[in-house]
């Protein structure tokens, strides 16, 4: 593990610290994917624990205070390489920069867009609309996130051991190879 690798993890994908949650296994529903939230701060021992592969730390992208986000992030989970190169060819088209990350077993990759500045979610929400592909999550996947009863659904961050798939996930270039953390996020 770098030992930027924490601050790098934090400036990208951390927007709210005061909540996240764990991939583990669910009994009732038998999978091993389920996420349990913790209402604790999500601090940078738990981040370590993330990249050492000893928790696998979800995070929900939104500031409820704010209703901004960092990033925009598609979830490709289709395992169809053609899925990936449909939503690459969405950012080419749109201008957006992004890092691809291995997500999972086989081919399932999440391509992240980051803003220099957070920004509305219903914005980005719109930019989700103007480039929808069938079968392609998108996050953030509400316009809005109430504080009292709704905390929109998670998603894993990069770099951690994935419980169900039993690999690592990792950041790629855009010709498929691995590249650190600091590589994919810093350039």
Same mark, same amino acid.
């Given at each position: 593990?770098?030992?930027?690798?924490?601050?790098?993890?934090?400036?990208?994908? $951390? !927007?709210?610290?005061?909540? &996240?949650?764990?991939?583990?296994? !669910?009994?009732? #529903?038998?999978?091993?994917?389920? &996420?349990?939230?913790?209402?604790?701060? @999500?601090?940078?021992? *738990?981040?370590?624990?993330? @990249?050492?592969?000893?928790?696998? *730390?979800?995070?929900?992208?939104?500031? =409820?205070?704010? #209703?901004?986000?960092?990033?925009?992030?598609?979830?490709?989970?289709?395992?169809?390489?053609?899925?990936?190169?449909?939503?690459?060819? $969405?950012?080419?088209?749109?201008?957006?920069?992004?890092? %691809?990350?291995?997500?999972?077993?086989?081919?399932?990759? !999440?391509?992240?867009?980051?803003?220099? #500045?957070?920004?509305? %979610?219903?914005?980005?929400?719109?930019?989700?609309?103007?480039?929808?592909?069938?079968? =392609?999550?998108?996050?953030?996947?509400?316009?809005?996130?109430?504080?009292?009863? &709704? &905390?929109?659904?998670? %998603?894993? %961050?990069?770099?951690?051991? !994935?419980?169900?798939?039993?690999?690592?996930?990792?950041?790629?270039?855009?010709?498929?190879?691995? $590249?650190?953390? #600091?590589?994919?996020?810093?350039?």
């Amino acid at each position: 593990m770098l030992p930027d690798a924490v601050p790098l993890l934090r400036e990208r994908f $951390v !927007h709210r610290d005061d909540v &996240y949650a764990v991939m583990c296994w !669910h009994a009732r #529903q038998k999978r091993d994917n389920y &996420y349990d939230r913790v209402f604790e701060p @999500l601090t940078d021992a *738990v981040l370590t624990a993330h @990249l050492q592969g000893e928790v696998t *730390v979800a995070i929900f992208p939104t500031d =409820i205070t704010t #209703q901004t986000v960092k990033f925009c992030c598609w979830d490709v989970d289709s395992e169809l390489e053609i899925d990936l190169l449909k939503v690459l060819a $969405v950012c080419d088209r749109l201008n957006l920069s992004r890092v %691809i990350e291995r997500s999972g077993r086989g081919n399932r990759w !999440h391509v992240w867009h980051f803003f220099d #500045q957070p920004q509305p %979610i219903r914005e980005v929400r719109k930019l989700a609309a103007s480039c929808s592909l069938d079968g =392609i999550d998108f996050f953030p996947e509400r316009d809005f996130v109430l504080d009292d009863f &709704y &905390y929109e659904l998670p %998603i894993k %961050i990069p770099c951690g051991w !994935h419980r169900k798939d039993h690999v690592w996930s990792s950041f790629l270039d855009v010709d498929g190879h691995e $590249v650190s953390i #600091q590589d994919a996020l810093t350039s």
